[in-house]
């Protein structure tokens, strides 16, 4: 099954604890992207990725590091998370960057206390 | 003014109504037109698009796009209580590197 796989799904961390969200995805597309949802200011895409170690900042990128070592993976990482950084995060990946279709993971919901 | 506005809704309509959903822009050069359709718990999926002016339908569905306005709609006829979800706009330009640029999302409450 095509799909985008997400992990964990919920966490809860403290201030400061760094931590990584991983994001897998089984289509082989080049174009993959992080964004985070949040009432009244929806999806807000964090970093991108056109294909493998060609990373770019997106329009809300303070706080985030990616890396894209392999086609298929897209970890987000928190080095040092403060609680604005609260959010429900979704991966996303597709065929191209112009690609009409992304195809959305199921999500993290990430609380930082 | 943000590149994409939607209404913020929420929005709670009776089974079997006729829903409008709506999202004005202000960049001109967007040429494809999205709406995507997020369940609770999920990710966004892909709903319809379409590229240009003009109207697409697709079952129950129907997205209109006025360009000379910056207006773009998603009508929903005969709802039914599995459309509740929220309904994301979204945009692009097209080309090598255009990106979709999103609205906020409303959420639909179809009520048995």
């Known amino acids: 099954e095509a799909q985008v796989t997400q992990n ?10 760094k931590l990584t969200v991983t994001c897998s995805q089984n289509m082989n597309h080049e174009y993959m992207s992080w964004y985070r949802q949040d009432p009244g200011l929806g999806l807000r895409q964090i970093y991108y990725s056109m294909n493998v170690e ?10 985030y590091k990616v890396s894209r ?6 970890p987000l990482i928190l ?23 992304a195809f959305f993971g199921q999500g993290t919901r990430l609380t930082v206390v | 003014q ?15 109504a006729i829903v409008s959903l709506n999202c004005t822009y ?3 050069a967007f040429q494809y037109f999205m709406w995507y359709r997020q369940y609770s718990r999920k990710g966004p999926e892909l709903l319809m698009y379409t590229y240009s002016s003009g109207n ?4 129950r569905f129907t997205a209109q796009v006025d360009k000379s306005s910056k207006y773009i709609s998603l009508f929903i006829r005969d709802s039914q209580p599995s459309d509740s979800a929220t309904y994301l706009c979204a945009m692009s330009v ?18 048995p």
Do not use: H, M
Request: net charge negative; with cysteine; hydrophobic share 20%.
């Open chain 2, 2 to 16: 943000k590149e994409v506005e939607q209404d913020p809704g929420p929005l709670s309509v009776p089974e079997g």
């Open chain 1, 69 to 74: 070592k392999e086609k298929r993976n897209f």
């Open chain 2, 56 to 59: 697409k339908e697709d079952g």
């Open chain 2, 26 to 28: 202000s960049n001109s």
């Open chain 1, 8 to 17: 964990p799904r919920y966490l809860i961390t403290v201030t400061g604890k």
């Open chain 2, 94 to 111: 097209g080309g090598a590197n255009s990106k979709l640029t999103f609205g906020k999302g409303i959420t639909l409450s179809v009520r």
């Open chain 1, 79 to 101: 080095e040092s998370p403060s609680p604005n950084q609260t959010s429900l995060y979704f991966c996303a990946s597709s065929i191209s960057r112009d690609s009409l279709e």
């Open chain 1, 54 to 63: 060609v990373t770019d900042k997106g329009d809300v990128p303070e706080g």
